[in-house]
C-alpha cells in the first residue's frame, strides 16, 4: 500500500458509520471493539501487488466462497461455484447484485477498512468494512489504484478478525515462492 496520509481513527469510524448507515455511534461494536487499541491509521492507494496480499475478514461465512483462503482474489474466482453452502450462495448473490448495480450506472463507495501488523504496509490486509466491495472491485479490475483505510498494530496477528489471514498468508507465500 502507498500510504497518502495519516488519518485520525475518528475519520475511520465516521467513514465506516456513513457507509453503512448506521445511526447509532455503537455501531459493528462486535469488531470495532475487539480490535488492538494502538492502531495507527492511514489512508493508502491499493497498488498492483497488494491485491495478492488482500483478505476477507476472518469470518466462517467465507470459508466455503474462498475455498478455506480468505483471499479476495480466491472468492472472485469461486464467485460462480456451484454451493449448497447458505452463506456462499448469500454473498454470491448480493456481490452479483452490486456488479449488475455498478453496470446498470451504479456508484459503490470504495474506501474500504483494514488491517495489517506490518509497519511498512506491506501487508497482508484483512478487510473489516467493505468485503463484498472489495470482490466486486476486483472482479471490474479498479481495486488497484483505490483508495483504502489501513490501520497497523503488531498486535493484529493475534485479533479474532484476522486469524485466518494469517492462517493462509505464509501458505500463499511458500506456494508462490515454490
Known amino acids: 500500500m502507498r500510504p497518502v496520509k495519516l488519518v485520525a481513527e475518528k475519520e475511520v469510524w465516521e467513514h465506516w458509520q456513513r457507509v453503512e448507515k448506521h445511526l447509532s455511534p455503537d455501531f459493528r461494536s462486535d469488531i470495532r471493539y475487539s480490535l488492538p487499541e494502538d492502531l495507527t491509521w492511514f489512508l493508502c492507494e491499493v497498488q498492483p501487488h497488494d491485491v495478492d496480499k488482500m483478505f ?5 461465512d467465507w470459508s466455503d466462497i474462498s475455498g478455506g483462503t480468505f483471499r479476495i482474489a480466491d472468492v472472485a474466482a469461486r464467485l460462480d461455484y456451484p454451493s449448497t453452502n447458505v452463506h456462499t450462495v ?10 449488475s448495480f455498478l453496470s446498470s450506472g451504479g456508484n ?3 474506501q474500504f477498512v483494514s488491517i495489517t501488523d506490518s509497519p511498512s504496509l506491506f501487508g497482508p490486509f484483512t478487510l473489516l468494512e467493505g468485503n463484498r ?5 476486483f472482479l471490474r479490475n479498479t481495486l488497484v489504484g483505490s483508495l483504502i483505510y489501513v490501520g497497523y498494530s503488531p498486535a493484529v496477528v493475534n485479533n479474532k478478525w484476522s486469524r485466518y489471514t494469517y492462517r493462509h498468508f505464509l501458505r500463499h507465500i ?5
Open 56 to 60: 476477507i475478514i476472518s469470518s466462517i
Open 90 to 99: 448469500r454473498i454470491a448473490c448480493d456481490i452479483h447484485d452490486k456488479l
Open 108 to 110: 459503490l463507495d470504495s
Open 133 to 137: 466491495r472489495s470482490v466486486t472491485s
Open 174 to 178: 511458500r506456494r508462490i515462492r515454490g
